[in-house]
Structure formats: structure tokens, C-alpha cells
């Protein structure tokens, strides 16, 4: 069924190029490539920084072959973005989470536009990341690339959008989730507004645009033709809203921030232990019924201000201020082996530490290492999702900056030595 699946989605584009060598390191040294949703299916990626990045290492992990396009003798910005460094390397850890399983090919987007075009006449998407128009200016807009590659589907990743009166405007994470409401929802109850941890704006605008990447390969089975797809930031955040969103729109309910609190289900949130938190949440009354006798308190459950959600909402503060020194008296620890069999959720907040020393994680193998060309073994988080008749893995380390330029020049574009030194002469690769 899934190799089915790769010749339809292959059907508009490219043949499949078995010829081709993955160079499989790490956790996979004999993988099954066949087993991959996406293999064949070839990605030209001219994205930098988060969003871009991780949507194409998404469809990586999936088994397309990615072709990271990137400045010469500089490269992604993000590999600059450290401390930390790799031992032995030049490039971030930072750069790290978001750009294994891709080969690296050294282009100046300037110069180069011809092999950009040989090289979108090889594959079937191309994902960017400039602001609206600038690649227009070299000649490697949609309108350029439809007319030579017909059947290539165009995603755009930008802040904004390509109408509208930010449209020109520069994005990022932070800024996006500002104007978008996350940070006005983010943050202590009384305290200023805070970011969330990671950039999870970005994350969400890479997983909206792997998802829609997807659909479109799939869409093209049935039309032979490619299209362009735009996703942004802003729009992202705004869609991420979801119960905040539907609350302001449908019943004029402004929002405010609720720290680890819940708006709407009492009790949720965290609660100090003697040496850390732990966060608990009860979504039915049977579940709070249960956290009282835990906490040896039956009879809070039936005190008739606490008895319903509706009612442990109106008395929130009560509650809390009940709950709150019981559970300081003890520690994080000893809290979840009391709750070890509880029937409602409840979970330590870890440090990195702890979470990679949790006994489900480490369980589950959710890290895996690979191989570095100079820092010898690193680890990644490999990816949550997984399949039972697919490949869905991380096989190759980041790569190095232009450490498959002349790979891909000849293997994918059949350029002779000579092409390629002369494209080097002329600073057009590195």
C-alpha cells in the first residue's frame, strides 16, 4: 500500500531515482528505504531559522530527499545561533534540531539561477522562507518556476502572507505571537506577558505547512499539475487560538492570562511541592472526587461549592487555597508515587534533566544518535509519530555547510567536473 502511495504521489512529478544514496549513518545503518511514505519524492529547500526548517525535516524523517540550499561560506543564519557549539564544528546545536536527514548544497540565489532551475526540474517541491517577493527579484518566484516545472509545488513559509499590509514585513516567532495573541494569553496571572519557551509559533507554521505539502503532492496524483501553497506565522497563531479565539468571536469574552491555571476546569494547573511542582488537572467530578480522597479530604468533594465544575470555577480561589498547602508538604517525588495509580492526569514539571532521564522516555527511545562528519556522535529527538507500516526516522546527521554540493551537481544534475569547477571559478557554489 505505501509503495502504492510513493508512485502516486511521484505519478505528477519526477521518476524515482533508485540510483540515488542515502548515506544512512546512526540508528538506521540497513533501513528498508521501500518502507518510506516519501521516497522518490525529492525537496528543494531554500528555507533558514525554524519554520522552514523543521517542515522539511518533518517530510526528511519521512524519507524525501532534501536538498538544503544555502548561502555559500555562510549558510543557515541559525548556525550561528550559539553558544552552544558542536564539538569540532563551527555550526550551533541550535542548528541541529531542525535540519537532520538533509544534504547540504552551497548556492549563491544571485548567480545561480539556472541551477536552481535544473535543479527544481528534479523535484517535486520547493519550500521558502524570504519575504514576499524577494525571490521574484531573481527569477525564482512561482510565476518563474511554474513555467519550467509545471508539476513542482511551491510552498511559501512568511510572516504574513503575500496580501495584506504586513505583507512586506520581516517575521519572527516572537513577533508573530505578540500580535497573534499568544502572548497576551502567556504569562502569571497579575505578572506582564511572557513567551512561550520554544519557538512555538514557528513549530506550529512548519507543521501547517508539512500538512499542507502533503495534501497537494496528494491532489496532484489526480491533476498532474503543481500549485502554490502559502502558509504564514501570523496566520498560524491566530488559528492556534482555537477555545480563546472561539470564546472572544462567538461570545465577546475577552481573554486574559490564567499562568499554569485553566479558564474553564478547576482544579488545573501547577501547585508547589516541598522541592518543585507538580501539575494536576481534574475534567470531571469523578476525577476530583478522586484527588480529594488521595489528598485524605473526602468531604471537599462534597462541599456543595466544589461539588460541580461549574460551581469549583465560581470558587476557584477557595479551592486552590485548600489544595495548595496540602500538597506543599510533600515532594514532587513523593507526590507521583502517591498518585502513581490516580485516575485523573497529573505530571512533574521536569527539567531537561529529568525529562531525558524519564523512565517512559528513555522507554520509548525518543533519542536517537547519529553520526557527525567532525563532532562523532550527536543526539536528536527523533520524531513522536510512529507508524506501523511506515518509515518515519532520523537517519542522517545535519550536515556539514555545503557538504553535498558537488554530490548533488553531479549525481542529481549530471553536471560534468568541469561544469562544476567552472561554476566554483565563478563563485556560483561552494
Not at 319 to 325: G, T
Not at 352 to 375: C, G, N, Y
Request: proline share 6%.
Amino acid at each position: 500500500m505505501l509503495n502504492k502511495l510513493s508512485r502516486l504521489l511521484r505519478s505528477g512529478g519526477q521518476q524515482l531515482d533508485f540510483s540515488r544514496n542515502f548515506h544512512l549513518t546512526g540508528v538506521l545503518p540497513s533501513a528498508d528505504l521501500s518502507k518510506y511514505p516519501l521516497d522518490g519524492i525529492k525537496i528543494l529547500d531554500l528555507t533558514r531559522i525554524v519554520a522552514g526548517p523543521y517542515c522539511t525535516m518533518v517530510l526528511s524523517d519521512l524519507g524525501a530527499e532534501v536538498y538544503k540550499v544555502e548561502r555559500p561560506f555562510h549558510g543557515d543564519e541559525s548556525r550561528k545561533w550559539g553558544p552552544p557549539f558542536l564539538k569540532n564544528s563551527d555550526d550551533s546545536v541550535y542548528f541541529m534540531a531542525s535540519n537532520r536527514n538533509k544534504k547540504s548544497v552551497c548556492v549563491d540565489l544571485k548567480q545561480g539561477k539556472d541551477v536552481i532551475y535544473d535543479m527544481a526540474r528534479k523535484c517535486d517541491v520547493l519550500v521558502e522562507n524570504y519575504i514576499p517577493g524577494k525571490l521574484d527579484e531573481f527569477g525564482l518566484g512561482y510565476k518563474d518556476l511554474k513555467k519550467i516545472a509545471p508539476s513542482l509545488i511551491y510552498c511559501s513559509i512568511t510572516g504574513y502572507g503575500p496580501v495584506g499590509p504586513y505583507r512586506n514585513k520581516p517575521g519572527y516567532d516572537v513577533i508573530a505571537a505578540s500580535m497573534g495573541g499568544l502572548l497576551h494569553i502567556t504569562g502569571s496571572e497579575n505578572g506582564p506577558p511572557s513567551k512561550v519557551g520554544v519557538a512555538i509559533t514557528d513549530i506550529a507554521t512548519g507543521l501547517y505547512a508539512h500538512g499542507a505539502i502533503l495534501a497537494a503532492l496528494l491532489q496532484r496524483t489526480k491533476t498532474n499539475r503543481g500549485q502554490k501553497i502559502d502558509v504564514n506565522l501570523l496566520s498560524t497563531q491566530v488559528a492556534c487560538l482555537i477555545n480563546v479565539a472561539s470564546n472572544y468571536l462567538n461570545a465577546g469574552k475577552e481573554a486574559r492570562r490564567w499562568g499554569t491555571a485553566h479558564e474553564s476546569i478547576v482544579p488545573y494547573e501547577a501547585f508547589p511541592t516541598s522541592n518543585g511542582y507538580i501539575t494536576i488537572g481534574c475534567g470531571s467530578n469523578i476525577q476530583f472526587e478522586a484527588l480529594c480522597n488521595y489528598l485524605q479530604i473526602p468531604d471537599v468533594a462534597k462541599d456543595e461549592r466544589f461539588a460541580t465544575n461549574q460551581t469549583r470555577v465560581k470558587h476557584r480561589q477557595e479551592l486552590i487555597a485548600i489544595l495548595a498547602p496540602i500538597i506543599q508538604q510533600r515532594t514532587s517525588a513523593e507526590w507521583m508515587a502517591t498518585f502513581s495509580d490516580a485516575p485523573f492526569p497529573v505530571g512533574p514539571i521536569n527539567s531537561m534533566a529529568e525529562v531525558f532521564r524519564d523512565p517512559h522516555i528513555e522507554a520509548i527511545q525518543l533519542v536517537k544518535s547519529l553520526d557527525h562528519p567532525t563532532a562523532g556522535i550527536v543526539k536528536v529527538v527523533g520524531p513522536p509519530v510512529v507508524y506501523s507500516e511506515a518509515g518515519n526516522q532520523a537517519r542522517t546527521a545535519p550536515p556539514l555547510l555545503g557538504e553535498h554540493t558537488d554530490q548533488v551537481l553531479r549525481e542529481l544534475l549530471n553536471y560534468s567536473e568541469d561544469q562544476v569547477e567552472m561554476l566554483r571559478r565563478k563563485g556560483v557554489i561552494q
